[in-house]
């Protein structure tokens, strides 16, 4: 009996080989896709990247043309006499022999709302 059911079980198996085979190969190959594209460098991780690096270019392009306009104004404030004079008449408020500079007071930035409050 134990004879007959184990060659049985083998002849079982003799048939099933090829789909045995076949369920193996097709679990290997999705656990491959499923790696391939949400594993740690798949595919998932990689549009990810792609995206940030081009954000970071855009950055780094910016960054350095406002990098170029300091550049240049430098330059300006070291060399041209017009910029240095215009910086100096707004930052230092500077006149020239004859020149009256009038300033305005500063507008508060917050409104008073005690004023208000008292008059009512």
């Given amino acids: 009996m134990i004879p007959t059911l184990l060659e049985d079980t083998r002849e079982l198996l003799y ?44 950055e780094v392009d910016r960054l350095q043309h406002e990098n170029q306009d300091l550049s240049k104004e430098i330059y300006n404030l070291k060399t041209d006499p017009k910029t240095i004079e215009k910086e100096a008449r707004e930052q230092l408020r500077y006149a020239r022999p004859g020149e009256v500079v009038f300033t305005m007071p500063n507008r508060p930035t917050t409104p008073d709302h005690t004023a208000t409050a008292q008059n009512h």
């Fill in 15 to 58: 048939r099933w080989r090829r789909k045995i085979a076949t369920a193996g190969v097709l679990l290997l190959i999705c656990n491959i896709a499923y790696h391939v594209i949400f594993g740690a460098n798949g595919l998932m991780i990689y549009t990810k990247k792609r995206s940030e690096y081009k954000a970071l270019q855009v």
